[in-house]
Nanobody, 125 residues
Framework: QVQLVESGGGSVQAGGSLRLSCAASGLTSSVGTMAWFRQAPGKERGAVAGVVEAGLTPYDDSVKGRFTISKDNANNFLYLQMNSLKPGATAMYYC???????????????????WGQGTQGTVSS
């Protein structure tokens, strides 16, 4: 089993930044693809950014150039640096991980085996 715990959420004004962290514990050597998802009130949970096979880091088009995902394999952390935030970025942000190294579409949330409890990010105009 793998446990994921997010932190770093908060409230900022538009144009500001937040850095989210996800601490992984347990059988972390069994984890493959990891990603950040977000869910705004009344909307479905959607993919934001991922670290997939060969260390590639795909992003949702809405955050390209403003968000940066990174992974610290030595200490089992996943990060999401969010810059130039817009009010539409207000959401609960979730860290997710896939068991094993199978290839998959990183954007499909049903493919993920482990989820954190989420951390709230709020952007005011």
């Amino acid at each position: 089993q793998v446990q994921l715990v997010e932190s770093g959420g908060g409230s900022v004004q538009a144009g500001g930044s937040l850095r989210l962290s996800c601490a992984a514990s347990g059988l972390t050597s069994s984890v493959g693809t990891m990603a950040w998802f977000r869910q705004a009130p009344g909307k479905e949970r959607g993919a934001v950014a991922g670290v997939v096979e060969a260390g590639l880091t795909p992003y949702d088009d809405s955050v390209k150039g403003r968000f940066t995902i990174s992974k610290d394999n030595a200490n089992n952390f996943l990060y999401l640096q969010m810059n130039s935030l817009k009010p539409g970025a207000t959401a609960m942000y979730y860290c997710a991980a896939v068991k094993g190294s199978r290839l998959l579409d990183w954007r499909v949330r049903d493919k993920y085996d482990y989820w954190g409890q989420g951390t709230q990010g709020t952007v005011s105009s």
